[in-house]
């Protein structure tokens, strides 16, 4: 029911959104169609972005991971089958849809205000920069990727590996602006735990990954170290 009646306001914002569109500018009804497009993209490129591979944490055995950013477009199986989810995909669409028309309205109402057209085109690069690129840039720092749920007392050894990632093994660098947990699981060595996260840098473009073995006590990190996408924090000794 709460699905039905967000997809009913969804539906109801797109269509005044393209109303606006419409009568704010000439080209409005092209660019309305034109997001559509970009809208689908996007959606597809979510599943290329965001993963979350099958876990363990808080499930008996292996549970599905999934591709895709809010609602998942592909459904990763334990034995690394892909499911498309149809349904999620343009449930995605739809939101990307909004959130393009959305935010473009509110950029052309603060180029009109900005007065573009009497701007110099140093005055432009630096509009561009300041309203679109460095929000889009830092998006990974506000809003979090998908990863799997956790319950209270695995939270509490999620956000310790996390701070002791930037705190005491001093990991932290540049390129990294957000950690998402994949998996936790017993250690190698059998004491204590690991946690293994994703990276995600500026743009929320996927980094690298990041394990972190915990004491017993799961307060203090014992070891870690990043390592590419293409290896497993699993196999690491």
Known sequence: MIAVLFLALQTILIVLL??????????????????????????????????????????????????????????????????????????????????????????????????????SWKQRIFFIFIVIVLPLATLPMWIAPPQPQLSKPDQRLVINAARDWRWQLHLRGWMDRRLALEDLRASPNGEGQRVCFRIYTWFYLPYQRAYIDLDTAGVLAIKGGEIPLSQSCWTQP
């Open 18 to 119: 393209i109303i606006w569109w419409i009568r704010w500018s000439p080209q409005g009804l092209w660019w309305a169609v034109a997001s559509l497009f970009l809208a689908i993209g996007l959606s597809y490129f979510s599943g290329v972005l965001f993963q979350v591979p099958p876990y363990q944490v808080g499930c008996e055995g292996f549970c599905a991971g999934w591709k895709g950013f809010p609602w998942p477009t592909h459904h990763i199986q334990p034995d690394t089958q892909l499911l498309f989810d149809g349904p999620s995909f343009v449930r995605n669409g739809f939101f990307y849809y909004a959130v393009l028309l959305a935010v473009s309205a509110f950029i052309a109402w603060l180029a009109s205000w900005f007065r573009w057209s009497q701007r």
